[in-house]
């Protein structure tokens, strides 16, 4: 009779370990697949829009804010010794000031750490930054940017003239 009970209770751990089997083997795979996909997108999303870690040296950087004539004026005769090609740039944000508006742009290479606020009078290649102001291109590269840089007895102003692409 026990025979018969332990031979019956494995037939029954069995069938149902077989019937059960089957479909957890594919729910597993199917989370791990999941899982997998998941994972890959956030560390593609995140690093993405990652920009090169700098560090200012400079002290007028430190002290200044980016939309002071000080700020300006070192930023402008950094720019002119490195060479405006030479310089990265980084979508930082969106703001609207006494009427006009302007993009900051995070601007580095090896010897430059700084942020420029620069005018936008003509949105081309650049709608969607507008239309968004900005929202959700934050970190984003922009390739190609160059922008007029206007001396005069107020000071500097940055004012943006092209853009290759916005690399999001």
Same mark, same amino acid.
Not at 7 to 29: K, N, Q
Not at 66 to 77: F, H, P
């Given at each position: 009779?026990?025979?018969?009970?332990?031979?019956?209770? +494995?037939?029954?751990?069995? *069938?149902?370990?077989?019937?059960?089997?089957?479909?957890?083997?594919?729910? /597993?795979?199917?989370?791990? !697949?999941?899982?997998?996909?998941?994972?890959?997108?956030?560390?593609?999303?995140?690093?993405?829009?990652?920009?090169?870690?700098?560090? !200012? @040296?400079?002290?007028?950087? $430190?002290?200044?804010?980016?939309?002071?004539?000080?700020?300006? @004026? $070192?930023?402008?005769?950094?720019?002119?010794?490195?060479?405006?090609? !030479?310089?990265?740039?980084?979508?930082?944000?969106? *703001?609207?000031?006494?009427? !006009?508006?302007?993009?900051?742009?995070?601007? @580095?290479?090896?010897?430059?750490?700084?942020?420029?606020?620069?005018? /936008?009078?003509?949105?081309? +290649?650049?709608?969607?930054?507008?239309?968004?102001?900005?929202?959700?291109?934050?970190?984003?590269?922009?390739?190609?940017?160059?922008?007029?840089?206007?001396?005069?007895? $107020?000071? *500097?102003?940055?004012?943006?003239?092209?853009?290759?692409?916005?690399?999001?």
């Amino acid at each position: 009779m026990q025979k018969a009970a332990a031979s019956e209770s +494995r037939y029954l751990i069995h *069938v149902f370990t077989y019937s059960m089997a089957r479909p957890m083997s594919i729910s /597993v795979i199917t989370m791990r !697949n999941y899982s997998a996909t998941l994972v890959s997108i956030l560390i593609i999303g995140l690093s993405s829009c990652d920009r090169p870690v700098c560090k !200012n @040296q400079d002290p007028v950087f $430190e002290r200044s804010s980016y939309d002071s004539q000080e700020y300006k @004026q $070192e930023l402008a005769d950094r720019i002119d010794k490195l060479g405006m090609d !030479n310089l990265n740039y980084w979508f930082d944000g969106y *703001v609207q000031l006494n009427g !006009n508006e302007y993009i900051l742009v995070n601007i @580095q290479n090896d010897a430059l750490c700084a942020t420029g606020m620069i005018q /936008v009078k003509d949105w081309s +290649r650049m709608e969607d930054i507008k239309r968004t102001k900005g929202a959700s291109f934050k970190g984003a590269e922009l390739k190609g940017l160059s922008f007029d840089m206007f001396r005069n007895s $107020e000071g *500097v102003e940055f004012v943006y003239r092209s853009l290759d692409q916005i690399v999001d």
